[in-house]
Nanobody, 131 residues
Framework: QVQLVESGGGLVQPGESLTLSCTDS????????VGWFRQAPGKERGGVLC????????HYTDSVLGRFTISRDNAKNTVYLQMNSLKPEDTGVYYC????????????????????????WGQGTQVTVSS
């Protein structure tokens, strides 16, 4: 059973950095695409960055280009979201999710990144960017 757990959120000032982590203690994430999604107050949940099992990366939020990076460490069964130069508009709950239905993500150059593509979700971690 997949039980994703996010960590690393918090309150930071604009311009600062955070690294979010997503791991599962009982399920191997190696074979599946994993995505980071966020939900700002009053808005729908949407994709930020997604990474395939072969480490192809697709972004779904233009505003994070050049500031956010997604990576995975299969030895640690962990996917990271490195967030630099944070802005107030990055505030929201960040979720990681795994697409366990797709066993061929390694073949895809474009990683699926819609909410409905992902079937296993963590509880989310709050990121607040404020001065």
């Amino acid at each position: 059973q997949v039980q994703l757990v996010e960590s690393g959120g918090g309150l930071v000032q604009p311009g600062e950095s955070l690294t979010l982590s997503c791991t599962d203690s009982g399920f191997t994430l190696d074979y599946y695409a994993v995505g980071w999604f966020r939900q700002a107050p009053g808005k729908e949940r949407g994709g930020v960055l997604c990474i395939s099992s072969s480490e192809s990366v697709t972004h779904y939020t233009d505003s994070v280009l050049g500031r956010f990076t997604i990576s995975r460490d299969n030895a640690k069964n962990t996917v990271y979201l490195q967030m630099n130069s944070l802005k107030p508009e990055d505030t929201g709950v960040y979720y990681c999710a795994a697409d366990t239905k797709d066993t061929k993500s390694f073949l895809r150059s474009v990683v699926r990144g819609h909410v409905w593509d992902y079937d296993c979700w963590g509880q989310g971690t709050q990121v607040t960017v404020s001065s």
